[in-house]
């Protein structure tokens, strides 16, 4: 890139509540919103690569760092979602999720676990590949960010 501001092409229709590049291929560009969907840029080219919709406002995003077309997004409904970008399916976390909108999500390449803070006054903790919630940690007030 050479340091001009860059406009996407088919950006969000509501707000952006995330985007955050992809830690190893920096060409990849990752956009949660308050529309429902996620959306996969590729700045270099300046395409969409990928969009791909929940049905809730996602309040954050992020990416999993073992496999680049693996993202997760924090769900206005209380989940965690899981989005292959690649293949154009979600699905949330099923065995378990919060009781209020999840405000921020993170992935931990050494652990393999997903991190996930809500309104609820919780912190959950998931394992990446099975879904499952492996710990759960009551918090003094609500996850901001």
Same mark, same amino acid.
């Given at each position: 890139?050479?340091?001009? #501001?860059?406009? !996407?092409?088919? /950006?969000?229709? =509501? $707000?952006?509540?995330?985007?955050?590049?992809?830690?190893? +291929? #920096?060409?990849? !560009?990752?956009? /949660?919103?308050? =529309? $429902?969907?996620?959306?996969?840029?590729?700045?270099?080219? +300046?395409?969409?690569?990928?969009?791909?919709?929940?049905?809730?406002?996602?309040?954050?995003?992020?990416?999993?760092?073992?496999?680049?077309?693996?993202?997760?997004?924090?769900?206005?409904?209380?989940?965690?979602?899981?989005?292959?970008?690649?293949?154009?399916?979600?699905?949330?976390?099923?065995?378990?999720?919060?009781?209020?909108?999840?405000?921020?999500?993170?992935?931990?390449?050494?652990?393999?676990?997903?991190?996930?803070?809500?309104?609820?006054?919780?912190?959950?903790?998931?394992?990446?590949?099975?879904?499952?919630?492996?710990?759960?940690?009551?918090?003094?007030?609500?996850?901001?960010?």
């Amino acid at each position: 890139m050479n340091g001009q #501001d860059v406009e !996407l092409f088919d /950006s969000p229709s =509501d $707000g952006v509540s995330r985007v955050c590049f992809h830690p190893v +291929n #920096d060409d990849l !560009l990752l956009a /949660s919103s308050w =529309d $429902g969907s996620a959306y996969l840029h590729s700045v270099v080219s +300046n395409r969409l690569k990928s969009k791909l919709t929940v049905g809730t406002p996602l309040l954050d995003a992020c990416f999993n760092t073992r496999d680049s077309v693996i993202s997760y997004g924090a769900g206005l409904d209380g989940r965690v979602h899981r989005l292959d970008m690649h293949n154009y399916r979600t699905m949330g976390f099923e065995k378990g999720h919060h009781e209020d909108a999840v405000k921020t999500v993170n992935y931990c390449h050494d652990t393999d676990r997903v991190f996930s803070g809500s309104w609820d006054k919780t912190m959950m903790v998931w394992d990446a590949k099975t879904g499952s919630s492996t710990g759960k940690i009551d918090l003094p007030d609500k996850v901001y960010s």
